[in-house]
């Protein structure tokens, strides 16, 4: 896609520790982000016209992965073609070698480190396909990170470590706008990403 497409950009389609589903969207390059679009979307969706724009800005924005484009995580990775269907070939190589142990899917823990890096190497106060959303809702960035923390929360909860998640959870909550804040969202907490 990012040979084919000036900007990729990456959205969770859940936040769940295992199976979970991310979808990659190419776009022209000038393309950006509508937060006034999210709100009415989230608004319809929701049927729930006194919903504060915030929150539904936080419900959307938390599934936002990152912009693909310019990461450099992909420049050696060989390129899919009908010609040369490299997915194809490989699909079940890579599931056997996940089941001799050799190999490990991109979920749990490695998409958790994926989405660090991506945050790293591209980071939300220059995403360019935040831009509107930046200029018009500043605090919104940190409903991305959100989103990161939860995920996180979700995978070290999977694996019975518990202080960890819950200082996840925390972060979540406290990046997160709410009418009245969760009881657990009073004690402060790191803001940074993945914790091991």
């Given at each position: 896609m990012d040979a084919v497409f000036p900007q990729v950009v990456a959205w969770r389609g859940d936040l769940f520790?295992?199976?979970?589903?991310?979808?990659?969207?190419?776009?022209?390059?000038?393309?950006?982000?509508?937060?006034?679009?999210?709100?009415?979307?989230?608004?319809?969706?929701?049927?729930?016209t006194?919903?504060?724009?915030?929150?539904?800005?936080?419900?959307?924005?938390?599934?936002?992965?990152?912009?693909?484009?310019?990461?450099?995580?992909?420049?050696?990775?060989?390129?899919?073609?009908?010609?040369?269907?490299v997915i194809e070939y490989q699909a079940p190589?890579?599931?056997?070698?996940?089941?001799?142990?050799?190999?490990?899917?991109?979920?749990?823990?490695?998409?958790?480190?994926?989405?660090?890096?991506?945050?790293?190497?591209?980071?939300?106060?220059?995403?360019p396909y935040l831009a509107r959303v930046r200029a018009a809702h500043p605090p919104a960035?940190?409903?991305?990170v959100a989103g990161r923390h939860y995920y996180h929360y979700n995978v070290l909860r999977n694996e019975g470590q518990g202080p960890l998640a819950q200082r996840h959870l925390r972060a979540f909550l406290e990046l997160t706008p709410f009418?009245?804040?969760p009881q657990e969202a009073e004690s402060p907490t790191t803001r940074s990403g993945w914790e091991e």
């Open positions: 520790a295992d199976g979970s589903i991310l979808a990659l969207i190419g776009t022209e390059e000038d393309v950006t982000l509508d937060p006034e679009a999210l709100v009415r979307h989230g608004r319809q969706l929701a049927g729930n006194p919903l504060p724009d915030a929150t539904l800005l936080a419900s959307a924005l938390r599934m936002y992965a990152g912009r693909i484009t310019d990461s450099g995580l992909f420049e050696d990775a060989p390129i899919n073609t009908l010609d040369r269907p190589r890579t599931q056997r070698r996940v089941q001799a142990g050799e190999a490990s899917w991109l979920m749990g823990r490695n998409l958790g480190h994926f989405y660090e890096t991506l945050a790293e190497r591209n980071p939300l106060q220059k995403d960035l940190g409903y991305v009418h009245s804040p």
